[in-house]
């Protein structure tokens, strides 16, 4: 599966291909951030620009046979672009269907289909989060302008002198291996 920021989603499977746009699916847009599937369902980061600059609004669509969308008019998500979504591996040791979503607000979780809101007022270090990654124990990683959070039950946060990341800086991409090793890519801040 594919997702092109402008023209929806392509996917490949044994019996052909298929383009999924906003006239033929439950997409709210065409334009695609993020995408993610486990085996029951796939996840669709969407926006839909607004007038002004870097100005959103962001939908969170689930396809499981049926189509949902979620936005800031049904449910408590913000309003702004997703970055990065992930299923959680759950600190249970069981996929309970949770999905992580990294936004420019902060980071949301939706469960049982409820939305948690964290913002670095207390819980992460950052609004931006720009990565997020599940390890093998259950260890959720979140990467952020300049800082990095976990959670595995409770938060643990570390600075831009925690984590050895330079100032200006971002974690563009997150990767935990298979001996348990977190691994990034960052990337400098243009402005």
């Not at 420019?104 to 007022?121: A, Q």
């Not at 990767?175 to 243009?190: N, P, Q």
């Amino acid at each position: 599966m594919a997702a092109c920021e402008t023209d929806g989603v392509y996917s490949l499977n044994t019996t052909g291909r298929f383009h999924y746009t906003k006239s033929n699916s439950g997409l709210p847009t065409n334009e695609l951030t993020a995408i993610k599937a486990d085996a029951d369902k796939v996840v669709f980061g969407v926006k839909e620009s607004l007038y002004g600059y870097e100005r959103y609004n962001m939908f969170l669509s689930i396809y499981d046979g049926t189509w949902m969308t979620y936005n800031s008019s049904n449910s408590n998500l913000p309003s702004e672009s997703v970055r990065e979504l992930e299923f959680d591996l759950g600190y249970r040791d069981i996929q309970d269907g949770t999905i992580w979503i990294g936004h420019k607000d902060g980071l949301s979780k939706l469960e049982e289909g409820m939305f948690n809101n964290y913002y670095n007022s207390g819980t992460i270090n950052s609004n931006d989060v720009y990565s997020i990654v599940a390890a093998t124990n259950g260890d959720m990683w979140f990467g952020g302008y300049t800082s990095m959070d976990k959670f595995n039950g409770s938060w643990s946060g570390f600075s831009s002198k925690d984590s050895f990341v330079p100032n200006g800086w971002y974690q563009k991409t997150l990767l935990v291996d298979s001996t348990g090793r977190l691994w990034r890519a960052l990337m400098v801040m243009e402005y």
